[in-house]
């Protein structure tokens, strides 16, 4: 799970950084409303994937989910632990 908190970093860097080569770095200079809108795609994909028996296509459905969400979360400065601590208060055994 470490690999998602690396991503966190490398999307803040592209935030920062703004490669002109970088699909991320394009989503964040198009702003909340492009990043929303994959956000939306996305989870429609994934719903899709999951009326399906091919495994590997909700994996990749539900990976461009996760990804799509945590560019969202660099772009609203909200850090990736803030959501893990909110898990854990909900499901404290």
């Known amino acids: 799970m470490s690999f998602l908190f690396e991503l966190e970093e490398l999307l803040q860097k592209r935030k920062v950084d703004l490669p002109g080569n970088s699909y991320t770095a394009n989503l964040f ?21 999951a009326k399906y028996p091919i495994l590997s296509e909700l994996v990749h459905e539900v990976a461009e989910l996760i990804f799509h969400l945590q560019v969202l979360l660099v772009n609203e400065d909200l850090p990736l632990q803030a959501i893990v601590d909110e898990l854990k208060t909900r499901h404290k055994e």
Do not use: H, P, S, W
């Open 29 to 49: 200079r198009d702003g909340r409303d492009r990043i929303l809108k994959k956000v939306g795609e996305e989870a429609g994909e994934v719903i899709i994937a």
